[in-house]
């Protein structure tokens, strides 16, 4: 048991150092410029501030040495409200228009999710679905109206990890270990943090006197 854990805790500091992307696609025909179509087609004067609107997922495929795997990035966004307390500064850029939340998953493509990490290829597993979420925030940072305010990733536990707080579950500790060492893809500063079921990633700096555990600034 002791040779296992120190086994667990080196590949847990190997995370992210070379892992190389499987071949990924696209299998959905939405994509973040359909995102960007629906939120521009709605009158946002008309729209209530607070409720969040949902829009299509995007899914995507790819196949490891052992399985295929299915990737889902879900959405909801809602209207940004701005309140002026002092004026924009000259040549200080528009507020944006709309707040984007986004929420990813993965499993194992027609089969039981609770085999993902089982194969031994869970770092090209897990860089392989940073690599798809990657490409859709950078699309998402490239649009002036809209702003990416949160990235929310929940491990799928396993049946006797139910209760454990997220740290203290084996996919819990690799997604963290690399959240700290990839997080630096994101465009601009952002901050994860760990939630009881998830681990939320803050766009910008966010921090706690209280529980500064549980922010880490990427």
Known sequence: MKHLKLFEE?????????????????????????????????????????PWESLPT????????????????????????????????????KPQDYN???????????????????????????????DIAAEAVNEISKIAWVKLEEIRIAPKLEDDEEGKPITQTKRGRFYLEYIKKQGHRLPGSWTAIIDSEMFVLRNGKVSSTTNPEKYIQL
């Open 10 to 50: 080196y590949m847990i500091n190997e995370i992210g150092e070379g892992s190389k992307p499987f071949a990924w696609k696209r299998v959905s025909h939405s994509k973040v410029d359909s995102w960007m179509g629906i939120m521009s087609a709605v009158d946002r004067t008309k729209m209530a501030s607070g």
């Open 58 to 93: 995007l899914m995507y495929e790819f196949k490891s040495d052992n399985a295929t795997y299915s990737v889902r990035i879900s959405a909801g966004f809602s209207k940004y409200t701005y309140i002026n307390f002092g004026g924009r500064k000259p040549g200080a850029p």
């Open 100 to 130: 984007l939340i986004i929420v990813v998953s993965f499993d194992i493509a027609g089969k039981d999710d609770t085999l993902i990490t089982n194969f031994g290829e869970q770092f090209r597993v897990l860089t392989t679905v940073v």
